[in-house]
């Protein structure tokens, strides 16, 4: 049976009932104990651990420092066979700790991460080799990604989402030369990493972030090409879509709620630009939506009905009181607060993001 991975704090909240129990008559210790052992307890950021990282940090940026700081006197083969030799040497004493100090080789590898990223833009140097930057870090993200894979690391992982971040937006804005395909392949296997690992909050939030902004810069890149006149309405637009979209797509039950609070801020945000961009009749339909949603249960709306009001309350300073807007405000935070209060003590629906 596969063990379900739980915070210390569930564990023990857990064990205390257990125990209560237990002591009640109602469970015997026997069958406490073979509760508990169906849940194993996620590893926190001990001390241990945010030492380790630091130590692993500052050995790679103290490694990378000396030979930056030698870096003229040293020949170009000395200079590769350096970068080569720690970067071995660092991954071996990591896999040589792996069974006896599982973090201090964790650590290792990570301080390796950081000398074979270091040593791509050295080696660039050295031998004069023309690569866009974008492109050094998509080399980089290919390294760590085997090696997360490897170690079955998260933090790897979120580490290789920030490096193909840089890539992806690099490559369009800095290179502008081609569409940088390489992350149409990293993504399905960053999800499939992802769900390896079970969905982790954050990573997922990450994932979900390079995912969409993927697609707004793919939607950039094309529409203009096929659209010549309101190209930027038509990209907004066809985002607004799917971010409405991803608050009802059927993913997985532990990326359901990040995935749509994801889907709520996109089509929030687009929907307040496409305010400038048509007539009245969308920002009254779009409130009519959000109170639906909020009906529905969603927190998420009342912020977005919120800066929707801000939005049109800027266009209109010098007629608008400002007293009224901060009635209108309170008034519409009074009603949904008492709304959300009644669903609660009649135990309704689930309040959803």
């Known amino acids: 049976m596969i063990k379900k991975v739980i915070t210390k704090k569930q564990y023990e909240f857990l ?3 257990l125990t209560y129990l237990q002591r009640a008559g109602t469970i015997s210790e026997e069958e406490k104990g073979r509760m508990l052992a169906s849940y194993d307890v996620k590893d926190g950021l001990s001390f241990i651990t945010i030492l380790l990282a630091i130590g692993a940090l500052l050995l790679g940026l103290g490694i990378l420092t000396f030979v930056a700081s030698n870096w003229m006197y040293i020949s170009k083969g000395l200079k590769f066979l350096l970068i080569i030799v720690c970067l071995i040497g660092v991954n071996f004493a990591g896999v040589k700790f792996e ?9 290792m590898h990570y301080a390796g991460i950081l000398i074979f990223g270091a040593g791509i833009f050295l080696i660039e140097q050295m031998y004069n080799i023309s690569i866009n930057f974008n492109s050094s870090f998509l080399l980089w993200a290919i390294g760590t990604v085997c090696i997360g894979y ?11 989402s920030f490096l193909l971040l840089i890539y992806l937006n690099g490559s369009i804005f800095l290179d ?12 399905p296997v960053l999800y499939y990493l992802v769900k390896q690992f079970d969905y982790p909050r954050f990573l997922s939030f ?5 995912a969409i902004n993927t697609i707004i810069l793919f939607l950039m890149e094309i529409v203009p090409k096929l659209v010549e006149d309101n190209s930027r309405t038509t990209v907004l637009s066809i985002l607004f879509i ?13 990326l359901q709620k990040i995935t749509a609070i994801q889907g709520h801020i996109l089509h929030g945000i687009t929907a307040i630009f496409l305010t400038y961009e048509f007539s009245i009749w969308f920002p009254l339909a779009y409130f009519v939506f959000l109170l639906y949603l909020i009906q529905k249960g969603s927190l998420t709306s009342i912020v977005i009905i919120c800066a929707l009001i801000f939005r049109y309350y800027t266009d209109s300073f010098e007629f608008l009181p ?12 009074l009603v949904f607060g008492f709304f959300f209060e009644k669903q609660r003590k009649k135990g309704g629906e689930s309040i959803e993001p």
Not at 242 to 254: E, F, M, N
């Open 242 to 254: 799917l971010g409405i979209a991803l608050t009802y797509i059927r993913v997985p039950l532990k």
């Open 15 to 17: 064990e205390h009932e």
């Open 176 to 187: 502008e030369t081609s569409y940088p395909l390489a992350i149409l392949i990293f993504l």
């Open 150 to 160: 490897f170690l079955k690391d998260r933090t790897i992982i979120l580490f290789t």
């Open 99 to 107: 069974t006896r100090f599982p973090k201090t080789s964790r650590s």
């Open 322 to 333: 400002k007293s009224l807007l901060f009635i209108i405000g309170g008034l519409l935070l």
């Open 206 to 210: 990450i994932m979900n972030v390079l």
